[in-house]
DNA sequence: TAGATGACTATACGATCGTATCTTTTTATG
DNA sequence: CATAAAAAGATACGATCGTATAGTCATCTA
């Protein structure tokens, strides 16, 4: 009979419509992050969220609506965790010192490597044109590139970043973080060295900012 | 009859045994680096090398084998045309001037703008752990690892780039230079400007040896 | 209590996938 | 020309894919 401990009537409120709705939700952004949209089936989500197939094709009709609301899921997600790991860097509170653009790009790398799902998405999907890229563009990258190019703006009026240009200042922030994330397997391997872990994130940390900061080795006996 | 033009009767002889044969693997390069492994069909490369089906699974006899053999044939031909783009830029001349770092940048990006497949293919296995990935590694990027490190070792003994730890630089710059390529279908879409050009690649590269040499507006009102 | 609704399940269809086997054509060599 | 090997093509198989449809069961409402 197994254990039928999870009942929960849930009287059909709550938040989402059902429990095992948006388990399969989890379940689908961590396949599709992992195995891009091709290499994922409703049999590897159903078996990883543990449901039938039927009910995952029952909740979202097609592989494109799942593939859908599951990326709009995994951008919840990042909106309401990300502001916990930057609250303690806020940049508008008047304190200006430098060691805050270390604070805020180490938190980014430790959110980022906290919840990769976005980042893998993301990479899923850049490289090829495609109409998914197009709806993901629209959605979510216009509004997420504005959002980085103010804070980079943010950031330089306080003297905290070079001021340089802001959308390939970003640029080369998010590649040189983000870089990071992705090729962690990579790295881990060839290095011997897991790149998630904190003295490597801090002395990552601390060779990007030493350069933000103006490098000081070939400054100093130029 | 269709035209019976590119008949060519090869002797046998030439470089790779068969023309069909190398044709199919820059096809299937291509394909791969676009959609996947799993994304990717023998009938879709077939189709891109304009050969039958079967004739691909006769050369390699499976799905594994092709892949193998096209990510052998990606990076051979990176390693024939890296150089003629690195040579303008010779580290080891005694010239030593700091416009050569801003070259040498300059010219490994454009060169990723012009070969975009390995880094493509890169980040196709990277992200998630597979018995791909590992033999990806041992066959390549350990090796590539040691000469992107040495190749910055050398910089920093001239001076070049500044004395900070070399794993990480690599990393910095790699992520700065690779990310670019990698999200330029979306930048793309996101700016209306499209980054694999003259004037956007070197304003990127300004920004990011700006960033290398000291960035001058923070270090100089400070 | 009868019916309607929503959550969930079972099954089947057509297409495509990777692979295997077989036949035909082309090429090289005696 | 004869013959063997290599190249290229044709076809078929089991499996899995995405999708469609019909059915079961519990809950809610009139």
Known sequence: MKTAD?????THGEDESSSRRSKILAAAADVFA?????GTSFGTIAQAADVKKSLV?????SKEKLWQESIHWVWKQRDQALPKYLQRTSLNDGNNNAQMVR????????????HPQWVKLMFQEASTPSPRLDWMVETFFKKDFAN???VIELAQQQNLLPKVDA???LHI???ALIYLVNVAPISQRVLGENPNSEQYIDRHINTLVCLLQG????????
Chains 1, 2 share one sequence.
Do not use: R, V, W
Request: hydrophobic share 35%; proline share 5%; with cysteine.
């Open 6 to 10: 999870q009942k929960m009537p849930t």
């Open 148 to 150: 980085g190019k103010a």
């Open 173 to 175: 922030l998010s590649g």
């Open 167 to 169: 959308m390939d200042l």
């Open 34 to 38: 992992q195995q891009g949209f091709d």
């Open 57 to 61: 094709q029952y909740h979202f009709k």
């Open 103 to 114: 604070e805020l790009c180490k938190q980014i790398l430790q959110f980022t490597f906290d």
């Open 215 to 222: 490098a000081p080795s070939i400054t100093a006996n130029s």
